[in-house]
């Protein structure tokens, strides 16, 4: 673990207690305090990224190590720009412990030593079409999470349960609008970044498609999310069914890193 890592690390805990700590005594100090010390981890992780994409020449995104401290860090990136729009303290409480735990796994993860000559010979749209994967991974995360208070506020209100919980979740509209957000700007990055993938591929093998599990996935992963969008623009889909559906498509996603896990060749994130 580097110096840098240590110190991301330490940032994103001490954040992650105050947004739980937040969330337990309402007290808005304790949340600025965790906004400002996980703003102070998200600069020293944006500085360790940037020098491995020096060093390396595209973005450090091969192997478990990269990609889960990747994903973490747009986590937080998200977090932040939701903030500017919809102040919520619970999905602080989410998203900090889930970013946590992703650089923690890319703190004790096995560096890969050896990388496909691929990433050397073409590491734009190596670094265009991984970055904007994991990124529609991390807007998906998001939604998920949105989908989880909606829910959970939603079964409060039902209930008749206006207790510290219901009192702590932010309203049904701000959830569903979180989500609806996270949902297009996940979308966009997804179709991007499987066009892109589609054309590294064409470039390296001469074919825009293999028939690999992790490609049968993404496009499976694409058509919910397609539908999602298109029910929702179309049909007016808000609210509860929304929420089921980010919880289905988070599943997919899940799949897809699960599929990379097993993976070999230019998906593989061994080791783990």
């Not at 944006?46 to 060093?55: F, K, P, Y």
Request: aromatic content about 14%; charged content about 10%.
């Amino acid at each position: 673990m580097t110096f840098l890592m240590t110190h991301i690390l330490a940032c994103y805990a001490a954040a992650t207690v105050g947004a739980i700590a937040t969330v337990v005594t309402k007290r808005q100090g304790l949340f600025t305090a965790a906004v400002v010390i996980m703003l102070v981890g998200f600069g020293l992780h944006s500085a360790d990224l940037t020098i491995h994409i020096v060093q390396d020449g595209h973005l450090p995104l091969y192997g478990a190590q990269e990609v889960c401290s990747f994903l973490g860090w747009s986590l937080v990136l998200y977090f932040l720009l939701v903030q500017l729009r919809f102040p919520t303290h619970a999905l602080a409480a989410l998203v900090f412990p889930t970013a946590l735990m992703l650089t923690l796994i890319s703190a004790i993860a096995p560096p890969i030593e050896t990388r496909p000559s691929s990433l050397t010979d073409d590491p734009v749209l190596f670094s265009f079409h991984a970055g904007l994967m994991l990124l529609a991974y991390g807007a998906f995360f998001t939604m998920f999470m949105a989908a989880l208070l909606y829910m959970t506020q939603e079964r409060e209100i039902k209930g008749k349960h206006f207790g510290a919980i219901f009192h702590r979740l932010p309203s049904l509209d701000t959830c569903d609008s979180i989500g609806f957000r996270s949902l297009a700007i996940g979308f966009v990055m997804l179709t991007a970044g499987i066009a892109f993938g589609m054309l590294w591929q064409y470039r390296r093998v001469g074919t825009l498609w293999t028939n690999t599990p992790i490609e049968l996935v993404a496009v499976c992963t694409w058509l919910v999310y397609f539908f999602l969008v298109h029910y929702r623009l179309t049909s007016g889909w808000r609210g509860r069914r929304a929420a089921i559906g980010a919880i289905v498509g988070f599943g997919l996603v899940v799949v897809s890193l699960t599929v990379l896990r097993f993976s070999t060749g230019f998906h593989s994130l061994s080791p783990w």
